[in-house]
């Protein structure tokens, strides 16, 4: 995190057994994480990603998203 790195997360995330990925999400500040999808067509992965997030985070579905993609936009230099 000192680096500036970002860490992203995908499917395995939504698997409620994953608790060691749950704990990384839970230390992590929303800042410094990506949900991302191997299937470029399956946005529902994403979702389910999002929504573990949120719930780890005890936010809302909305504020993940919204970050993330801000943090998307930082680590592409996107406008």
Do not use: W
Not at 55 to 66: F, G, P
Request: aromatic content about 8%; hydrophobic content about 45%.
């Amino acid at each position: 995190m000192k680096m500036d790195f970002l860490f992203g997360f995908s499917h395995n995330l939504a698997n409620p057994h994953a608790y060691k990925l749950h704990d990384i999400v839970k230390f992590l500040p929303l800042e410094s994480i990506l949900i991302e999808t191997d299937k470029h067509k399956n946005s529902d992965e994403l979702i389910q990603v999002a929504e573990r997030v949120a719930r780890i985070k005890k936010i809302t579905v909305e504020q993940v998203i919204k970050q993330c993609d801000q943090n998307a936009y930082k680590i592409f230099n996107l406008a």
